[in-house]
Nanobody
């Protein structure tokens, strides 16, 4: 069973940066698509970014509108770890951030319920 554990969250000042990590166990990240979502207070999950796998060494970066230009998704297959770098953080970015993974190659990567696995989430608070 694949398990995902997020780390790297916490309190950061507006304008600052944060790097969230997603440790994968029980499976190989190299053959998984990976996504990041966030849940803002009182709202549904929102798509942030995805790193989809199309077979072999073909991976594609996808970004949602909410953090376009400020978020960078990456992965280290050798370390079985994914990451989300977020720059120029704003107070409205305060949310619980989740990583998710999927065995499928073709799916709606913008929907959390299309992923096979997801982590517990980690709090990110942007405040001065």
């Amino acid at each position: 069973q694949v398990q995902l554990v997020e780390s790297g969250g916490g309190l950061v000042q507006p304008g600052g940066s944060l790097r969230l990590s997603c440790a994968v166990s029980g499976g190989k990240l190299s053959s998984l698509s990976m996504g990041w979502f966030r849940r803002l207070p009182g709202l549904e999950h929102e798509f942030v970014a995805a790193h989809t796998w199309s077979g072999g060494n073909a991976y594609f970066e996808r970004y949602g509108d909410s953090m376009a230009g400020r978020a960078t998704i990456s992965r280290d297959n050798a370390d079985n770890t994914g990451a989300l770098q977020i720059d120029r953080l704003k107070p409205e970015d305060t949310a619980v951030y989740f990583c998710a993974a999927n065995n499928a190659r073709n799916f709606n990567y913008m929907r959390l319920d299309e992923y096979d696995y997801w982590g517990q989430g980690i709090q990110v608070t942007v405040s001065s």
